[in-house]
């Protein structure tokens, strides 16, 4: 874990204004920058960099962040990696916090692992650029399918030699060693080269570290294995990593989609054609974890898979998977006999895109094109579609979506929405049942009565969240961090007028907590203290009050005579009306709720001392609404129940 006070000095010595301008070009307007934003495609620039801040925000997109927000969301690294990125960039050595000495030797194996394996991609490259069998052999096969020199480049291709120990023996003379080897998968237990004779594919974290290999035989014998992998290691899980991520990470975050294929092959034949939004599997079954990995980038997903039964099997797999995760997935299943590598070749990439654009399908016209046509006359059948449909259309998180989704599938399928809609309850409600404990699962299972709809009940007043009051407290709170009020911070202002507040916005609520547990240790907050904030909902939170699209110009009092007040003249009426404003609408708000129980206690006929209570505490209330109103200039209209 890096120390605080590394992530302090970095933070001190970062420069967001510098760290961004080394990926988008922006030029000075006023006291802060503009251009075009690097994370969707705009002609008219708003992405907006204020230096004194510390922040960026983009008014198109609304991406919005401090200089560690930018580097993690441009580059796509973690919170740590990010800071590592920064730390390198402006010099600064990084201190860990104590460790174990278990933790430390852990590292270092798992540094000694990296290093084999970059050792390894490094001879197995050059042994396929420069020696005869690699030349003759390995880069006589790249050529055959297609492949340039500079797409092999990229891609750091490579080729194990075919006699049994050359790589395993070259290693081990540079120091390397041999249990280590051995783990990675490189050496066998003989001590022969695992690899032998095979063209190589090195597999990148999205760093560019090397986790692991897959080898193609160049072999006619059908009792060698086509390919063979890297087994797991320390270092490499399959189940983690997507073939060509690092390669097409920020293609997939430009594009806002991913295409998914299923080999190495595919995935480079695909860049090479100028396609590079594009990873692989590598032979597996698509995994949660791969899927998550992919939504890092983008929450669009487009699956290409061969046609044949065990293409359709993977592909529906993959769509549930990655409908559970929420992305919005299509499938395309590829004309018999193709895969990607070699249609690509045969129709060019344009019509590639297009015949893609064109012909995948989602979930619902997908399984309905496939099954639903031959079930048209068998009930059995169809009952099974409609089946598999409701249990893929249950793994939808987001409810919209999935009410969407299952009327979209009702109407293609000619069946009533009703009827999905109970095969999908059935399927949810039977999964979140599975996870309770045995008690739990029979009071769930009970049968509870239909809920009442709203026509045949009483309508209360629904009450309006206060929450754009609340999120003004807290932009007086950020803003007024250096301003003082009739002696004192102006912070502390605030904090007194709202000791009898009730914050009721979760997040809200944690940023005031935070300032008054401060402020009662006389301690100061300054507004960088939550755009650095480690939690990153709160990050976002004030990187986004803090900045505005507008700024106000000096040439104003020049041409017009237009003279702006300096804003420490505005503050005390500003913090006076939002708070008393908020207040207000927490008055109202319970002077409603008082009324509504006294309403039921007069129907109820015997509760004549309460009664009086209760429209006591409503005049008082009411007392209260006209002082604050007064206060405000908000005027506050009567409000009537609606007759029945």
């Known amino acids: 874990m890096i120390a605080k006070d590394t992530i302090d000095r970095i933070m001190d ?48 997109c609304g991406r919005a962040g401090n200089v560690v927000g ?5 580059e796509h690294l973690t919170y740590r990696e990010a800071l590592l990125f920064l730390a390198k960039r402006y010099n600064i050595e990084v201190e860990e916090t104590k460790r174990t000495e278990e933790d430390i030797e852990q590292d270092t194996v798992r540094e000694s692992l990296f290093i084999i394996n970059t050792h390894a991609q490094h001879y197995f490259h050059e042994f396929l650029l420069k020696e005869g069998e690699g030349t003759q052999v390995g880069w006589s096969y790249f050529k055959e399918r297609g492949l340039l020199k500079e797409v092999i480049e990229k891609f750091k291709l490579g080729y194990c ?36 004779g095979r063209v190589i594919f090195p597999i990148h974290s999205i760093s560019g570290k090397v986790l692991g290999f897959g080898g193609r035989t160049l072999s006619a014998d059908k009792k060698v294995p086509k390919y063979v992998n890297s087994p797991e290691s320390d ?6 990593v997507l073939y060509g ?67 359709i099997k993977a592909a529906l797999r993959g769509l549930d998977i990655s409908l559970e995760e929420g992305l919005n997935v299509k499938v395309m299943l590829l004309p018999a006999g193709q895969d990607p590598d070699t249609w690509v070749q045969e129709i060019g990439s344009a019509a590639f895109l297009e015949k893609v654009a064109a012909e995948k399908k989602d979930l619902i016209h997908l399984r309905t094109s496939l099954f639903l046509e031959e079930a048209q006359d068998d009930p059995v059948r169809l009952a099974g579609i ?52 045995k008690a739990d699962r029979a009071a769930a299972e009970t049968v509870v009565e239909a809920p009442v709809l709203l026509t045949q009940r009483e309508q209360h007043v629904v009450f309006h969240l206060d929450e754009l009051q609340e999120k003004d407290i807290v932009r007086l709170l950020l803003e007024n961090s ?42 100061f907050l300054s507004q960088g203290h939550f755009i650095n904030h480690p939690d990153d909902a709160i990050r976002q939170l004030c990187t986004n009050i803090l900045t505005s699209p507008y700024e106000l110009s000096d040439n104003w009092s020049k041409m017009h005579e237009v003279h702006i007040k300096d804003k420490s003249i505005l503050i005390h009426k500003d913090i006076i009306k939002a708070i008393s404003i908020l207040k207000l609408k927490k008055v109202i708000k319970r002077k409603l709720e008082l009324e509504q129980y006294g309403a039921t206690l007069y129907r109820e006929g015997d509760n004549d001392e309460e009664i009086k209570m209760v429209m006591e505490d409503i005049r008082k209330l009411q007392e209260f609404i006209g002082q604050l109103s007064l206060l405000t200039g908000v005027e506050v209209l009567p409000y009537h129940r609606a007759r029945k």
């Open 13 to 60: 010595a970062a420069r967001v204004e510098e760290v961004v301008s080394d990926f988008v070009t922006i030029k000075k307007r006023g006291s802060n920058y503009l251009g075009l934003c690097p994370f969707h495609n705009e002609k008219t620039p708003s992405f907006n960099v204020s230096p004194s801040k510390g922040i960026y925000k983009c008014f198109g």
């Open 70 to 74: 930018f580097v993690m969301e441009h």
């Open 161 to 196: 030699p075919s006699a049994g120990d050359t790589y395993t023996t070259e290693a081990l003379a540079a120091g390397y060693k041999l249990e280590l080897m051995q783990q990675l998968g490189l050496t066998n237990t003989y001590k022969s080269d695992f690899f032998r």
């Open 235 to 240: 270092i490499y899980n399959k189940s983690k």
């Open 245 to 311: 991520m690092y390669q097409a990470r920020q293609a997939v975050a430009k594009n806002d989609e991913c295409f998914l294929v299923e080999g190495y092959m595919d995935v480079i034949s695909l860049h090479q054609a100028g396609i590079e939004h594009v990873v692989a599997s590598s032979g597996t079954s698509l995994t949660t974890d791969q899927v998550k990995l992919i939504k890092r980038y983008t929450n669009n997903l487009t699956i290409l898979y061969d046609g044949d039964p065990a293409g």
């Open 386 to 437: 409609i089946r598999e449909m409701g249990q893929s259309i249950s793994l939808i998180p987001d409810p919209i979506t999935r009410s969407l989704y299952i009327r979209q599938a009702a109407v293609t399928m000619g069946i009533e929405e009703q009827i999905l809609i109970q095969e999908v309850n059935k399927v949810i409600r039977k999964r979140n049942t599975d996870k309770l404990n």
């Open 482 to 523: 250096n301003f003082e009020l009739e002696g004192d911070n102006a912070i502390k202002a605030v904090l007194d007028n709202l000791q009898d507040v009730e914050i009721d916005h979760p997040l809200y609520n944690r940023i005031i907590e935070e300032y008054k547990k401060y402020y009662a240790e006389n301690e």
